[in-house]
């Protein structure tokens, strides 16, 4: 029988931008982050084109719609 061990984090979906303006979402820890990311951080890289309107919207969406960001290894 495999055994698996699962983490969960709070973690805010943030737009950011890379230095070219080309939107990005990061996710910034809210609390205690997983132990796997360490001193890191999580990003979303998004399809060519998309816009920081939209991309605010998603972020949005995200915000709204995820409770929790959650990493399992197995033993």
Do not use: H
Request: hydrophobic content about 40%.
């Amino acid at each position: 029988m495999t055994q698996s061990k699962t983490e969960r984090a709070s973690y805010v979906f943030a737009v950011k931008e890379f230095g070219d303006g080309k939107p990005w979402i990061m996710l910034e820890r809210s609390g205690k982050g997983l132990e796997v990311v360490g001193n890191g951080f999580v990003g979303l890289e998004l399809r060519e084109g998309i816009t920081l309107e939209e991309a605010e919207r998603l972020a949005e969406m995200l915000r709204e719609s995820v409770s929790a960001v959650s990493y399992t290894s197995f033993l």
